[in-house]
């Protein structure tokens, strides 16, 4: 099992310039997410998905697109950078808890720190 | 809405010292909580959790018990150690998603 995969690990992008974050799970976990990460801010969702082809916004979804087209992939666009999305992106993954309406632990990817200059 | 309260770091601790982190929480009904640690260059990990009033979740010598009374999930560890040095972050589960503070580093010196 590699849990959680991010890639790349680092990125350095020009403003306007776009690009994909990827993020993969082999858990057959139904919940995926993108948090990110900024000091004093601690995590902030972006957008997160309860299964393929279902996908919605979290905290600070401007900015960002996702799609999920297969349970194990949830890659994350970034359209037009900007220096304000200089940050360290997480992808988490969990799955449902079969008792509540509510979901386990979320497993978290290496991350990938993203610098828009 | 919901949303969780921690103490602002960095704690600083000399190894073996007792370590307490405070985290309070705003939530309605009674969400799951939980603690998670990222040590350097890392993600984070799960910690312990707490899914009820008065539970305790414990792991790696941490400890923290759910407290409706004070809507508080502090954080606690008898003796520290230098590998403890992290950053811990709070949370709680708002159905389909996690809600952070905003994180506490810790660094424990020899």
């Known amino acids: 099992n590699a849990g959680v995969t991010q890639t790349p690990k680092f990125q350095v992008l020009k403003t306007g310039q776009s690009m994909t974050l990827q993020c993969a799970q082999d858990m057959n976990h139904e919940y995926m997410s993108w948090y990110r990460q900024d000091p004093g801010m601690g995590l902030r969702l972006i957008h997160y998905?309860?299964?393929?082809?279902?996908?919605d916004q979290g905290e600070v979804p401007n900015g960002y697109n996702v799609s999920r087209s297969t349970t194990e992939d949830f890659p994350l666009r970034l359209l037009s950078a900007a220096p304000s999305q200089t940050s360290v992106y997480f992808c988490?993954?969990?799955?449902?808890?079969?008792?509540?309406?509510?979901?386990?632990?979320?497993?978290f990817g290496p991350g990938t720190r993203l610098t828009v200059l | 809405g919901n949303s969780v309260t921690q103490m602002e770091g960095p704690v600083t601790l000399s190894e073996e010292a007792f370590l307490t982190i405070n985290c309070t929480y705003t939530?309605?009904?009674?969400?799951?909580l939980f603690w998670y640690v990222q040590y350097p260059g890392e993600g984070l990990q799960l910690l312990l959790k707490?899914?009820?009033?008065?539970d305790k979740g414990s792991n790696k010598g941490f400890e923290a018990t759910y407290r409706k009374e004070t809507t508080s999930f502090h954080l606690e560890k008898g003796s520290v150690q230098v590998s403890d040095s992290a950053v811990y972050f709070c949370?709680?589960?708002?159905?389909?998603?996690?809600?952070f503070g905003t994180g506490t580093r810790l660094q424990v010196f020899p």
């Open positions: 949370a709680l589960q708002d159905t389909d998603k996690l809600i």
């Open positions: 988490a993954s969990s799955s449902p808890d079969g008792v509540t309406s509510s979901y386990n632990e979320q497993f």
């Open positions: 939530a309605t009904g009674y969400p799951s």
């Open positions: 707490a899914t009820k009033a008065d």
């Open positions: 998905s309860v299964g393929a082809g279902i996908t």
